[in-house]
């Protein structure tokens, strides 16, 4: 029953991880709600100011802008590319050659860092050196249209471009989850809806969804609080856009750490911790009640 | 059957998101740590350069230039010639940027190994102030003569009549523009415009012309918006200009900001290419690739400008920034100055570091870093020194830069600007700036410019020394 021989060993294999939680985690947490009650200036001037910058941010119209967005980022990159990445599954799923080109092709982009993700697509779309930036505005300018997609003075380019690259990076990942889901449905429930003449999108929605649920939940929060997060790269590659369009919350963190605000940063974040654990919780609360897990 | 597998593997999975998410959080703003993955900002501590000994007898200090890249040979050539005369090497870490310096510099001095002497972007004299990290070089050098530098080269340092930093380099807005264009377009090569109005006219002339798509470009960077107040002799905030204490209020809404934005926004639009804010690069490149036949930027590129609109074929001019009218107050210097960082330190050392700012600042190497990049000398023997060599009769172009400098007036608007919030104040402008080219009125982009600045001003505070 017992898996360690004695306590000692058991104690002795832990202590790295205890260690590692300890200096990379609780350690940082404790300093960033200490830091978040001090106006610091570089560094070594600290001045105490109590929950001041809580109340500082429940009142700025700048730090709600952030907020807002965030969640509107969040929701565009997850529903967008958990749809895209479900429809891509269900093709690779039913295409009977070439499946495994199929699905490298679907999911490489997982392999790519996000910063280089960032770096290629501004590389490919800058509207004044990019490549399909160029390739956009002569196709547009043959059928007539004077289109450049300038996302350094358009805030709506500027939106579409980083949401675009991120759920380009986001799909791969969504892609090697649903497909495996999708490959342990087993055979005979597609052969009996298909003898019922079920078409494509009733399969989607009616057969597969509700089979793969438990995949599709956990998607669901794994890219919601990476929505939060991993997109940084990208937004940092167009400066927030135009006007700070885009200044999401975790960009707006960094630059406040980056003006040296630490105090203000550190409250920010502390900020972006609380919603991320209520997303988390409540999308763990809501999925137990609508996922799918077979049996009873 | 989907089996009871899925919701183990599930659980799990969330679990691992939500740990995701908290290092995600710890890691963004714990005590001194660098911005996550991507991010450039964190690179502190670039280069292990903290060594001190006195090994051989020899001393060490070390110095972080903000940058590397094409001034790295510079930077190089002027140490070697300084170790050459003194028994002390100088170990040199050249950061990315002039954000990037601020922040290695400081992670480092907060962590306990900072340089002996850090190389910072002039909006950062404030908050390099009141970090505490550095020494006033009024402390070190009390017999040092600020009468050797030219006025707007130590106008940033002196704060609240303390001197914190020594000039090292100092540059101005340029104004360098297609000569073949020019010509194309029936203008008078020689003559560059220098008026609001005639940039205005040259610019309506070569779209009208059909040389080039738009007339002029330039980046949104405040710098402009810096200097066109200082040469309308407007302040940028109070306090003259937080020079003689803590500012409580911009003037970003006054009669001189109008006049410029009103030009810029309404009377240039359609004459002006816009290359998204804070976009150096951009705005080169339009110049470069023809799509506009003038184009400003800071003349600490002059050197490497030139080449690279040569290498296109341009036949490049340089003129003077244009402003509202011939009645010039001083454009706002740009550029960096060094610092030293408050340690304890040997008297060789200190005595090392002493030597080396007076040999980096001074006439011969100060002429050097001019003739290579265009920052112009902080020193005023350099200046006769480059006028005896004959310098500015076989570069013409340099010439014109220097005009320029000679007519700045040593006035409040002119010295520099003392804002602890500067950095941000910075941003403020540019994307203020980015909604008026968005369609936002200029009045009301100005006054929300204003009172954003002027809320950032009320949550700082000055450290008193």
């Known amino acids: ?90 093709l690779i799923n039913e295409v009977s050659a070439g499946q495994s080109i199929y699905l490298v092709a679907a999911i490489f982009t997982y392999a790519l860092s996000f910063a280089v993700t960032a770096n290629i697509m501004d590389v490919l779309f800058n509207p004044t050196v990019g490549l399909f930036a160029e390739v956009l505005t002569i196709a547009t300018g043959a059928v007539g249209v004077d289109f450049a997609f300038d996302y350094t003075t358009n805030p709506l380019w500027a939106w579409i471009f980083a949401t675009g690259s991120t759920m380009w990076k986001m799909v791969g990942y969504n892609v090697i989850f649903m497909v495996a889901a999708l490959s342990g449905i087993p055979e005979s429930i597609n052969e009996t809806a298909r003898l019922d003449g079920v078409g494509s999108l009733q399969m989607i929605v009616r057969v597969y969804v509700p089979m793969i649920s438990p995949t599709l939940a956990f998607l669901a929060i794994v890219n919601t609080v990476n929505a939060f997060f991993l997109p940084f790269p990208v937004v940092q590659e167009i400066s927030g856009g135009p006007s700070n369009t885009l200044n999401i919350m975790i960009y707006d963190i960094w630059q406040s750490y980056n003006n040296s605000v630490i105090g203000l940063a550190s409250a920010k974040s502390l900020v972006l911790f609380a919603i991320i654990g209520l997303l988390t919780a409540f999308q763990l609360l809501l999925s137990d009640r609508f996922a799918h897990y077979g049996g009873t | ?154 106008g940033w340092s002196e704060v609240e009549d303390k001197l914190w930093s020594l000039p090292f380099n100092n540059s101005q807005i340029l104004l360098y523009y297609n000569k073949n264009h020019f010509r194309d377009a029936g203008l008078d090569p020689e003559s560059p415009p220098q008026t609001f109005q005639e940039v205005k006219e040259y610019s309506q002339t070569i779209v009208d012309e059909g040389v080039a798509e738009k007339g002029i470009t330039w980046p949104n960077v405040a710098w402009w918006t810096m200097s066109w107040l200082s040469e309308q002799r407007q302040l940028l905030c109070d306090k003259k200009n937080g020079v003689a204490g803590e500012p409580t209020e911009t003037y970003l809404a006054s009669d001189a900001a109008e006049a410029m934005f009103d030009w810029w926004i309404n009377d240039m639009s359609d004459l002006y290419h816009y290359p998204g804010k804070d976009d150096w690069g951009a705005s080169e490149t339009a110049f470069k690739e023809g799509v506009a036949s003038m184009h400003m930027n800071s003349s600490g590129g002059l050197a490497y400008l030139l080449s690279g609109f040569r290498d296109k074929g341009i036949d490049v001019g340089v003129g003077r920034l244009p402003t509202p009218s011939t009645d010039h107050g001083g454009h706002s210097t740009g550029g960096a100055a060094v610092w030293v960082t408050d340690k304890d330190r040997s008297d060789a050392k200190q005595a090392a570091i002493r030597k080396f700012l007076q040999r980096m600042t001074g006439p011969e190497l100060q002429a050097l870093y001019f003739k290579n990049t265009g920052y112009f000398p902080s020193h005023k023997e350099s200046i006769t020194q480059l006028e005896e060599e004959g310098f500015f009769g076989d570069n013409p172009l340099y010439d014109t830069a220097f005009d320029q400098l000679q007519q700045w007036e040593q006035a409040p608007a002119t010295q520099g600007i003392f804002m602890g919030t500067l950095p941000r104040t910075t941003d403020i402008i540019i994307n203020q700036t980015d909604r008026m080219w968005q369609g936002k009125d200029v009045n009301t982009a100005l006054n929300d410019m204003k009172s954003k600045a002027d809320d950032l001003l009320e949550s700082y505070e000055r450290v008193s020394y």
């Open chain 2, 1 to 154: 059957m989907v089996s009871d597998t899925y919701r183990r593997e599930f659980l799990k999975g969330a679990g691992a998101a939500t740990a995701v998410a908290l290092a995600g959080c710890s890691g963004e703003s714990g005590a001194g740590g660098g911005a996550d993955g991507g991010g450039d900002g964190g690179t502190e501590t670039t280069g292990g350069a903290t060594a001190g000994g006195t090994a051989s007898g020899t001393t060490t200090i070390t110095f972080w230039p903000a940058w590397g890249g094409y001034y790295e040979e510079t930077f190089n050539e002027m140490i070697s010639r300084f170790e050459s005369d003194h028994d002390i090497t100088v170990e040199m870490s050249p950061q990315g940027s002039y954000t990037e310096a601020q922040q290695a510099t400081f992670s480092a001095a907060k962590a306990g190994n900072a340089p002996d002497i850090a190389h910072l972007g002039k909006n950062s004299t404030i908050i390099a102030r009141d970090t505490g990290y550095f020494e006033p070089i009024g402390d070190i050098m009390p017999d040092l003569d600020t009468s050797q530098y030219i006025g707007p080269a130590i």
């Open chain 1, 1 to 90: 029953m017992d898996v360690y021989q004695n306590r000692l060993q058991g104690a002795v294999l832990l202590l790295p991880t205890v260690v590692v939680c300890l200096a990379f985690f609780y350690w940082p947490a404790w300093e960033t709600i200490r830091l978040s009650r001090v106006r610091t200036i570089g560094g070594i001037q600290k001045i105490p100011v109590g929950w001041e910058h809580f109340t500082t941010l429940a009142t700025s119209g700048a730090f709600q802008y952030s907020v807002a967005m965030s969640f509107v980022f969040a929701f565009i990159v997850v529903a967008g590319s958990m749809l895209i990445a479900l429809y891509l599954s269900y």
